[in-house]
């Protein structure tokens, strides 16, 4: 079991700039692909970005390409999500999640562990 707990949302002006931090706990961080998800009301939980088991490799949506970065800290069981120039449409419930299989890493099913999950909202 791996226990994931989300931090760092909050409510932003338009072009303004959060970071989440997703704490892990249980089995080896290390060990487990990481992603960010998102779910806004009424529509469906959607892929933001993931992270190798390494931090090697990174992977985005194209929504939020050259905005967001995404990178975890592995001495200290912690994955983040840096969120700039943030847009209304950025706004939702945003998951940190782990699994084991990088091939699946932009799909909910890739992914075994959830997190709570931390509310976005940005404002215009």
């Known amino acids: 079991q791996v226990q994931l707990v989300e931090s760092g949302g909050g409510l932003v002006q338009a072009g303004g700039s959060l970071r989440l931090s997703c704490a892990a706990s249980?089995?080896?961080?290390?060990?487990?692909?990481m992603g960010w998800f998102r779910q806004a009301p009424g529509k469906e939980r959607e892929f933001v970005a993931a992270?190798?088991?390494?931090?090697?490799?990174?992977y985005y949506a194209d929504s939020v390409k050259g905005r967001f970065t995404i990178s975890r800290d592995n001495a200290k069981n912690r994955l983040y999500l840096q969120m700039n120039s943030l847009k209304p449409e950025d706004t939702g419930v945003y998951y940190c999640?782990?699994?084991?299989?990088?091939?699946?890493?932009?799909?909910?099913?890739?992914?075994?562990?959830w997190g709570q999950g931390t509310q976005v909202t940005v404002s215009s």
């Open positions: 249980g089995r080896t961080f290390s060990n487990y692909v």
């Open positions: 992270i190798s088991r390494s931090g090697g490799s990174t």
């Open positions: 999640a782990a699994g084991g299989n990088l091939l699946l890493a932009t799909t909910p099913r890739g992914y075994d562990y």
